[in-house]
């Protein structure tokens, strides 16, 4: 009966530690599966930041890409506003000037320098207000621009935002390239139309005695430079020999 | 050519300022194309010269008068007979050489001009330079005025276009937009 009621405590005892162990086990089972549970969201939730930093990324690249092209076809419309104004404004001076065109060739250049001035006078005037309408739109970009990169990478990782920047800077660098190209092509077309304007009103203004006279000018001016006699000089030294 | 010869050749160059004294036979020369119908016309004179009897007065009727006044100076000048076939051959030959050997002068111009303006321009040249300078004309609206002259293997450009770009080049118009 002694020995019965000595067993009795020490299998109680044994089953209370046991159900410790098991109570103990059955935590750390429990708090690894929370470390578990709990790192599978954060995995989530980054890969959401990274998708959603993706798409923003996406987005700022994109419209970057769409306010260049905007930027272009702006470009494009403002040269060629530009060049019809400025044709218009020369046709429009080609009438009212008067080119009094002298028998004398070297008045006639001095005419020439004279009509060439007031057109680059009017072309100045133009091209002053279309470059400032230019610069100030460049400028407004680039404003547009900062904003806007800062406002949708802050949330997003340095390296995302470092790539987006890189992206922004190059459609930037792209805008200022080409607008660089357009004011060359200005450069170069309103030569072309000087010219074309100058040959046209030159042309109108010169009856067929003018256009003979300064035939006749271009060949005084060849005779004065001996132009003639080299012939005569390559002959002579071949009769010489 | 011409003056190559003047030191090696004295008969040739007593002749050809022969001619060139003879207004009668360049007076009306004023193109390389003037030229090659006069050198056509006394082909064919000197082609008719032997075929009859009556070739003799019908070679004064098929040349113009100016030409025909000419050669008379010409023959009376070297002492030669109008009235010998041979005579008339030599004299043409003598003067289709010397219309061959005329210097052409190219010039490029902007405007079709009339005969008169041809006609002035060769006139003057030849006032001006001392000898007959045969045109031939180019045209080329976009010189706008002036002309290119092309002669003997040299060329000088005195044209409006040329002048408009060497002005605008001069002037560095880009520089100015940017100022």
């Known amino acids: 009966m002694y020995i019965n009621s000595y067993l009795f405590i ?5 089953v209370f530690v046991l159900l410790g162990v098991l109570v103990y086990v059955y935590f750390l089972y429990e708090k690894e599966r929370k470390a578990w549970s709990d790192h599978k969201a954060a995995l989530h939730a980054s890969e959401d930041i990274v ?14 890409v769409e306010k260049a092209e905007t930027t272009i076809k702006q470009g494009d419309y403002l040269r060629s506003d530009l060049m019809k104004s400025f044709e218009k404004s020369l ?3 080609s009438s009212t000037i008067s080119v009094n065109m002298s028998n004398d060739e070297k008045d006639f250049e001095g005419d020439f320098a004279k009509f060439s001035e007031s057109l680059r006078a009017e072309y100045l005037k133009k091209i002053n207000v279309t470059l400032a309408a230019i610069e100030t739109q460049a400028q407004h970009e ?18 995302l935002a470092k790539k987006i920047k890189e992206e922004s800077d190059r459609a930037l660098l792209e805008i200022q390239e080409y607008k660089k190209q357009q004011l060359k092509l200005v450069d170069e077309s309103i030569e072309k139309v000087l010219q074309q304007v100058s040959s046209e009103v030159l042309s ?29 000089n390559v002959e002579a030294k071949k009769g010489e020999v | 050519m011409l003056y190559g010869k003047w030191k090696i050749d004295s008969f ?15 007076e009306n020369l004023f193109t390389n194309s003037d030229a090659s119908d006069l050198v056509a016309i006394l082909d064919k004179a000197k082609s008719e010269l032997f075929t009859s009897a009556d070739s003799l007065q019908n070679f004064s009727e098929n040349l113009p008068i100016n030409i025909y006044q000419a050669i008379v100076e010409f023959a009376k000048e070297q002492k030669l007979t109008l009235a010998s076939p041979n005579d008339l051959e030599i004299i043409i030959d003598k003067i289709r050489e010397e219309i061959l050997n005329l210097p052409v002068l190219n010039l490029q111009i902007a405007v079709v001009p009339t005969p008169k303006n041809v006609m002035n321009i060769s006139r003057w040249l030849s006032a001006q330079i001392g000898k007959k300078i045969l045109l031939t004309i180019e045209i080329n609206h976009d010189l706008v005025a002036g002309a290119a002259l092309e002669f003997e293997g040299f060329y000088k450009d005195y044209t409006f276009k040329t002048k408009m770009e060497d002005y605008l080049k001069k002037t560095k118009l880009r520089d100015f937009i940017r100022e």
Do not use: C, N, W
């Open chain 1, 142 to 159: 680039v404003e547009v621009f900062g904003s806007a990169i800062q406002k949708d990478t802050i949330a997003s990782q340095a390296d």
């Open chain 1, 10 to 14: 020490l299998i109680s005892i044994d």
């Open chain 2, 12 to 26: 040739s160059f007593t002749h050809r300022y022969m001619i060139i004294q003879l207004p009668g036979i360049f």
């Open chain 1, 91 to 93: 046709q429009e001076l």
């Open chain 1, 51 to 64: 998708e959603q930093a993706h798409l923003r990324a996406t987005k700022v690249v994109s419209d970057a």
């Open chain 1, 204 to 232: 109108k203004s010169l009856s067929l005695e003018d256009h003979e006279q300064l035939i006749i000018d271009s060949l005084t001016k060849a005779k004065h430079e001996a132009f003639f006699e080299k012939g005569i």
